[in-house]
Nanobody, 127 residues
Framework: QVQLVESGGGLVQPGGSLRLSCAAS????????IAWFRQAPGKELEGVFC????????YYADSVKGRFSISRDNAKNTVYLQMNNLKPEDTGLYYC????????????????????WGQGTQVTVSS
């Protein structure tokens, strides 16, 4: 059974850090591009970060540049999103998604490219 399970969300103060995990089962995550999306209340789903499995490139939203990073632990079939210097506008439900197709810098935010999705983990940044 194919599954993506996110964890690591929570309540954090502005300036704090969280590390989200995306554990894959039923498929090999290293053979998929993995992306993180988020959805704030009343807003559309937004691409946050992506790890391209074909060329090893990463793509990210301008709003998280220099603060977020993505990494993989292939032995654990898990992808991480490290989030530092969190801001209130980072609040939202964070999802990870996997694509068996190659994604590009101009396509990675298109949700239609992703085959599998997790259920999400809530991140709240508030004082």
């Amino acid at each position: 059974q194919v599954q993506l399970v996110e964890s690591g969300g929570g309540l954090v103060q502005p300036g704090g850090s969280l590390r989200l995990s995306c554990a894959a089962s039923g498929f090999t995550s290293s053979r998929h591009s993995i992306a993180w999306f988020r959805q704030a209340p009343g807003k559309e789903l937004e691409g946050v970060f992506c790890s391209n499995h074909v060329v090893g490139s990463t793509y990210y939203a301008d709003s998280v540049k220099g603060r977020f990073s993505i990494s993989r632990d292939n032995a654990k079939n898990t992808v991480y999103l490290q989030m530092n210097n969190l801001k209130p506008e980072d609040t939202g439900l964070y999802y990870c998604a996997a694509s068996s197709n190659r994604v590009y810098s101009y396509t990675w935010t298109d949700t239609r490219n992703y085959n599998y999705w997790g259920q999400g983990t809530q991140v709240t940044v508030s004082s």
